[in-house]
């Protein structure tokens, strides 16, 4: 298959972030822990980035969320015939990440899933702050706004990229700090996606499963708003 490595590395590049980022999620407590926790979940997440981003990123982009690669699509850097082999790539290697953390937790006979989670996302009842439902949606169309303008921005240009890991694994880790009390922080639908479904079939509580919509669709919308002002400030050097 054509850029089957691409697939494959956004596949590995995934695994590597939900791995990471979700696992520190798990170890720290989420929110529950305080801001030393939400520091370093912060940076786990922002430096599993950094670390996809100069290993994976001369592959295949190094995305390994939906929401920019939808972002990358519409402003003109990927291919349609790409964008669904990336998804579902990126998809896989998020349940791998999980799938990993689940077997490593059920071997800890002191521990069980139900009572420290897979790191899925929430509002209401699952958020540390009682989060709306409403409020949820704002807090992932902005927190993804932001971090995939900053992605758009940085690899616009060849020149940026020796420091573009960085300023993503940044960005990344800002908003994860501001994020993680209102709704854990998703900014990405496959990282959402995969503690969510197998968190709920290991539990056989339906929160997670039923509120993911949220932190696959709120994303998105976060993208495509990023994609139509980066295009609109870029717009005098068509």
Known sequence: MKNLNKYVSECLGTFFLVFIGTGAAILFGGAKGGISSIIGISLAFGLSIVVVYYTIGRISGGHVNPAVSLAMYFDGRLELKDLPCYILAQVIGAFAGTGVLFTMIKNIPSVTISSIGLGQNGYGAESALNLALSGAIITEVVLTFIFVFVVLASTVKDEYNANGGFIIGGALTAVHMIGIFFTGTSVNPARSL???????????????????????????????FAVIVWKLINSDKA
Do not use: E, H
């Open 194 to 224: 995969s503690p969510a479904v197998v968190y709920s079939l290991a539990t056989g509580k339906t929160a997670a499963i039923s509120q993911v919509w949220v932190f696959i669709l709120a994303p998105l919308a976060g993208a495509l």
